[in-house]
């Protein structure tokens, strides 16, 4: 694919659902990121994997949120009981090819999580 | 912790005027982002500025960055309808780790 491909782009879920969002980063970058982009708020980072490893995890809010990567291309970012708060669009972002280091985030389109 | 600010947060000027916006850092960053965003749509990328007095231009849009005093701005000249969007620049840290931290965003509105 050309770019980094999110779905579903929107979800609509009822309080104390779990959900899960997939992001198909662009074929062979090495490194996904995943954000959470609150209302008229600029994109807090959550999670970063390189390939399938997660190394950093500290802008997850809470332990309902998981994210893997299991093979070191698509990534699922779950929601555990999802809360009214957890609102937002979560972004997922990917960059570098192996061997090849580069530090340019690409952005997908998004998913729009709304909790009722 | 790094932290991000862009000023202003809100921007309505008329076609053919030129503005700044600004963004300052607060610690020691390898490389400064400006991304755009239309509403409902994500981040596309603008410029990235990889050292002290870098200045990148495309368009109607100049970027430059000052790491001395941790500041980057982005300059808009003869604004036209079209630039109307809200802008956001994003640093990572020094040392390697590559997670963005971005500002609050500004909000460009550009009135015919």
């Known amino acids: 694919g050309a770019g980094v491909s999110q779905s579903p782009r929107y979800k609509v879920a009822k309080r104390g659902q779990d959900v899960a969002l997939r992001c198909d980063p662009i074929s062979g970058h090495v490194s996904l990121f995943w954000y959470q982009q609150a209302l008229g708020q600029g994109p807090e980072f959550l999670t970063y994997f390189q390939n399938e490893a997660q190394l950093d995890k500290s802008g997850l809010p809470s332990d309902r949120f998981f994210a893997e990567r299991p093979e070191g291309s698509v990534s699922t970012l779950k929601i555990q009981r999802t809360q009214q708060e957890d609102s937002a669009v979560y972004l997922c972002?990917?960059?570098?090819?192996?061997?090849?280091?580069?530090?340019?985030?690409?952005f997908g389109p998004g998913t729009r999580l709304t909790v009722t | 912790e790094l932290k991000v600010e862009q000023n202003p947060l809100f921007l309505s000027m008329q076609e053919g005027k030129n503005y700044t916006i600004y963004c300052n850092y607060s610690t020691t960053s390898d490389r400064l982002y400006w991304y755009r965003q239309d509403p409902g749509k994500s981040l596309e990328s603008l410029f990235v500025?990889?050292?002290?007095?870098a200045v990148k231009q495309e368009g109607r849009l100049m970027a430059s960055l000052d790491t001395k005093a941790r500041l980057s701005t982005l300059h808009i000249t003869a604004a036209v309808h079209d630039l109307s969007a809200t802008y956001f620049c994003?640093?990572?840290?020094?040392?390697?780790?590559?997670?963005?931290?971005f500002g609050k965003g500004t909000k460009l509105t550009v009135n015919p």
């Open positions: 994003a640093v990572d840290m020094e040392g390697g780790s590559e997670k963005l931290v």
């Open positions: 500025l990889l050292s002290n007095g």
């Open positions: 972002a990917s960059s570098g090819r192996a061997g090849i280091w580069s530090y340019e985030q690409y």
